[in-house]
Nanobody, 124 residues
Framework: QVQLVESGGGWVQPGGSLRLSCTVS????????MAWFRQVPGKEREYVAV????????IYSDSVKGRFTISRDNSKNTVTLQMNSMRPEDTAVYYC?????????????????WGQGTQVTVSS
């Protein structure tokens, strides 16, 4: 059974920073790409960042490029999202997701395991 547990959400003022972490159970973490998605009420879930199984070639959405950094530690089965220069439009529930075997893109259908989500609120 694969489980993803996120932590690190909360409230931050515009311009501030937050760091999200996701710990994944299972012995084959390093074989799969990982991603962060986010969703606001009434909108579709959108990808934020994707990182390949060896930590290669991160992909970022245009809305977060240059501000957010995704990384992974395969020895600890964790993936993190460092969020800097945050904006009110970054407010959302953020989800960690594990990709299906062989997939490393940014469509949510390519991911089969999801965390429970963590709320991030950016406001003054």
């Amino acid at each position: 059974q694969v489980q993803l547990v996120e932590s690190g959400g909360g409230w931050v003022q515009p311009g501030g920073s937050l760091r999200l972490s996701c710990t994944v159970s299972g012995r084959t973490f390093s074989n799969y790409a990982m991603a962060w998605f986010r969703q606001v009420p009434g909108k579709e879930r959108e990808y934020v960042a994707v990182i390949g199984w060896r930590g290669s070639a991160p992909i970022y959405s245009d809305s977060v490029k240059g501000r957010f950094t995704i990384s992974r530690d395969n020895s600890k089965n964790t993936v993190t999202l460092q969020m800097n220069s945050m904006r009110p439009e970054d407010t959302a529930v953020y989800y960690c997701a594990r990709a299906k075997s062989g997939y490393s893109g940014f469509y949510s259908v390519g991911y089969d395991y999801w965390g429970q989500g963590t709320q991030v609120t950016v406001s003054s």
